[in-house]
């Protein structure tokens, strides 16, 4: 098991670029593939990107539009979402999350928050026009 830590979010004008971190502590085994999910106010969670344990997989949604990218440094348990030229819409809670079983389908990512086992609290993300 593991705890998760989000940071890094605040307030941007859009066009603007931002990195959000995702701390783990406490682990006690290696997880699968850690995401990113988003919720806005008034709309569904949805999935935004994930990366496998060895950093070698990632899987991105078609909402960020090839935007942003996530990484990992397992040296720090750390995983990072790199944000660029953001939009309004962009704009939403992000959480990061782990799953510690392949999914069936899609190279074994977990895309519904349903799908997985540890999250976060969250950082709030705004963009101003």
């Known amino acids: 098991q593991v705890q998760l830590l989000e940071s890094g979010g605040g307030e941007v004008q859009a066009g603007e670029s931002l990195t959000l971190s995702c701390a783990a502590s406490?682990?006690?085994?290696?997880?699968?593939?850690t995401g990113w999910l988003r919720q806005a106010p008034g709309k569904e969670r949805e999935f935004v990107a994930a990366i496998k344990w060895g950093g070698g997989g990632t899987y991105y949604s078609d909402s960020i539009k090839g935007r942003f990218t996530i990484s990992r440094d397992n040296a720090r348990d750390m995983v990072y979402l790199h944000m660029n030229d953001l939009k309004p819409e962009d704009a939403a809670v992000y959480c990061c999350?782990?799953?510690?079983?392949?999914?069936?389908?899609?190279?074994?990512?977990?895309?519904?928050?349903?799908?997985?086992?540890?999250w976060g609290q969250g950082t709030r993300v705004a963009v101003s026009s």
């Open positions: 999350a782990e799953h510690f079983t392949p999914v069936t389908g899609g190279r074994g990512f977990a895309t519904e928050w349903t799908q997985y086992d540890t």
């Open positions: 406490g682990r006690t085994m290696r997880s699968f593939a």
